[in-house]
């Protein structure tokens, strides 16, 4: 684990919310953007960037599957067994928040297994 953290102070890619906290970090704004537009168009976007949270020890990443058009989220979401009441809409972008190994099970079934792979090779 310390190869990832000695990779993140290096990282000078951070996404700071409201309150002056980092929320995303290891990827570029025009990333953020293209998920933000795609989901807007009602496509179903995944964005995986290194995140942490003391609540989920030992998840370095998170991939959020997002969609502006609610009953097609609810549908994806049903499709892995993620109920509707996990949709996270506080940002007004509805996403999903998909860590450890769910994530990879998904990202593996939806073949975006790249968008973690990009992660994992960079923090070793």
Same mark, same amino acid.
């Given at each position: ?8 102070? !290096?990282? +000078? &890619?951070?996404? =700071?919310?409201? %309150?002056?906290? =980092? ?14 537009? #795609?989901? $807007? ?6 964005? *995986? ?5 003391? +609540?989920?020890?030992? #998840?370095?990443?998170?991939? &959020?599957?997002?969609?502006? @058009?609610?009953? &097609?989220?609810?549908?994806?979401? !049903? !499709? ?6 996990? =949709?996270?809409? +506080? ?5 999903? @928040? ?9 990202? *593996? &079934?939806? $073949? ?5 792979? +990009?992660?994992? %090779?960079?923090?070793?």
């Amino acid at each position: 684990m310390k190869n990832f953290y000695d990779y993140i102070q !290096k990282q +000078r &890619k951070l996404l =700071i919310n409201r %309150k002056g906290e =980092i929320m995303a970090f290891g990827l570029k704004r025009e990333e953020l953007d293209a998920w933000k537009e #795609a989901v $807007n168009q009602g496509e179903i976007a995944f964005l *995986t960037h290194y995140w942490i949270d003391d +609540r989920f020890p030992g #998840a370095t990443t998170v991939t &959020k599957v997002g969609c502006s @058009d609610m009953n &097609k989220l609810i549908e994806w979401g !049903k !499709k892995y067994n993620i109920p509707a009441q996990y =949709i996270d809409n +506080r940002s007004g972008y509805p996403h999903f @928040d998909l860590l450890g190994e769910r994530q990879r099970e998904i990202l *593996t &079934k939806e $073949n975006k297994l790249n968008q973690l792979a +990009r992660f994992e %090779k960079a923090g070793k």
